[in-house]
């Protein structure tokens, strides 16, 4: 079984920069691939970033590209995502979740395709 504990959600003002976490118990973490989502309120729940079992490859949303970058490090079992230039509409709940399947080949944005998720962490973003 596989848990996900996200942290480092808060308050930020815009423009400014916060770092989240997500450790993953387990021993399949190395062997996945791992996603940022959020959801904001109102809305449906959207992929964010997603960075491959190996580190070697990432994806991000269009939204985020050039400020968010995701991270992970497989011998703590984390990944990151730390987010820059924040803006009012990167409000929203984010969670980290796991790719369903062991060392897929590509990189996948769909939340179907995630099997285990963390509670999420609150981020807001003030003016």
């Known amino acids: 079984q596989v848990q996900l504990v996200e942290s480092g959600g808060g308050l930020a003002q815009a423009g400014g920069s916060l770092r989240l976490s997500c450790a993953a118990s387990?021993?399949?973490?190395?062997?996945?691939?791992m996603g940022w989502f959020r959801q904001g309120p109102g809305k449906e729940r959207e992929f964010v970033a997603a960075?491959?079992?190996?580190?070697?490859?990432?994806a991000y949303a269009d939204s985020v590209k050039g400020r968010f970058t995701i991270s992970r490090d497989n011998a703590k079992n984390t990944v990151y995502l730390q987010m820059a230039n924040l803006k009012l509409e990167d409000t929203a709940v984010y969670y980290c979740a796991q790719d369903r399947f062991s060392y897929r080949s590509g990189l996948t944005q769909r939340v179907q395709e995630y099997e285990y998720w963390g509670q999420g962490t609150q981020v807001t973003v003030s003016s």
């Open positions: 387990g021993r399949t973490f190395s062997m996945n691939t």
């Open positions: 960075i491959k079992w190996s580190g070697g490859s990432t």
